[in-house]
């Protein structure tokens, strides 16, 4: 069983701040992808990663890939209150499975 | 467009009930899955299809019984159910390409509830 482990797994802020959840594993990926999920909605995809040591950036957010594809790594730069939610990452495999890591629920004050 | 729609958005059921959840999607994705989802838990997998074929049931009780009508379609037809069975129910897709990039796309999913 591939496990991802997700960190930290709740992150209470205040509006403005800095933060890093990370998503670490011992096995390899073929890609791996950041979703957040906003309560008893779907869970919409923020990106996918496929090249180990890429960085990808979306506004404020910066995925990273780790260069042996084990890990990943999502920073948010001066979160807002919109940015509250639970963000998942899940490591993709060949076998057309995806293994989910338990998640990291964010929230962020005004 | 990467949408998937899930029918309906919540279901009230009891024990006694036949129910079926529906979902679609017009990507041409080839893999289809079912999940279900507790609140504040990652999402579960319960079942995949590939190629309109089941490829994979994680031991999911009988009660839970999934059907793929053409590579558009999958439903998850419900009967007999239990209480612990509420949850968030979601269903995803994926091109389904083994090796590939396969980045698996959500629905809004459907929130039941059994009585």
């Known amino acids: 069983t591939q496990l991802l482990e997700q960190s930290p797994q709740f992150l209470s802020i205040q509006e403005g701040e800095n933060l890093t959840v990370y998503c670490n594993s011992s096995?390899?990926?073929?890609?791996l992808q950041w979703y957040r999920q906003e309560p008893g909605e779907g869970p919409v995809l923020l990106v996918t990663?496929?090249?180990?040591?890429e960085v990808k950036k979306l506004k404020r957010l910066t995925f990273q890939f780790g260069d042996a594809r084990k890990d990943s790594s999502l920073h948010i730069t001066a979160a807002q209150p919109g940015d509250t939610g639970l963000y998942l990452c899940a490591g993709a495999t060949n076998a057309g499975k995806s293994t989910f890591g338990d998640g990291t629920t964010l929230t962020v004050k005004p | 467009d990467t949408e998937v729609t899930q029918t309906p958005k919540h279901l009230v059921m009891g024990m006694t009930n036949k129910k079926s959840l529906k979902c679609e999607q017009h990507m041409g994705h080839r893999a289809m899955y079912w999940y279900k989802q507790k609140a504040k838990k990652p999402p579960e997998l319960m079942f995949v299809y590939s190629y309109e074929k089941l490829s994979i049931n994680e031991s999911v009780p009988s009660r839970f019984s999934p059907e793929c009508p053409n590579s558009s379609l999958l439903n998850l037809h419900l009967h007999a159910l239990q209480p612990e069975d509420s949850a968030l129910y979601l269903c995803?897709?994926?091109?389904?390409?083994?090796?590939?990039?396969?980045?698996?796309?959500f629905g809004p999913g459907t929130r039941l509830t059994v009585l």
């Open positions: 990663v496929v090249t180990g040591g």
């Open positions: 096995s390899v990926f073929s890609s």
């Open positions: 995803a897709s994926s091109q389904g390409w083994m090796g590939g990039i396969d980045t698996q796309y």
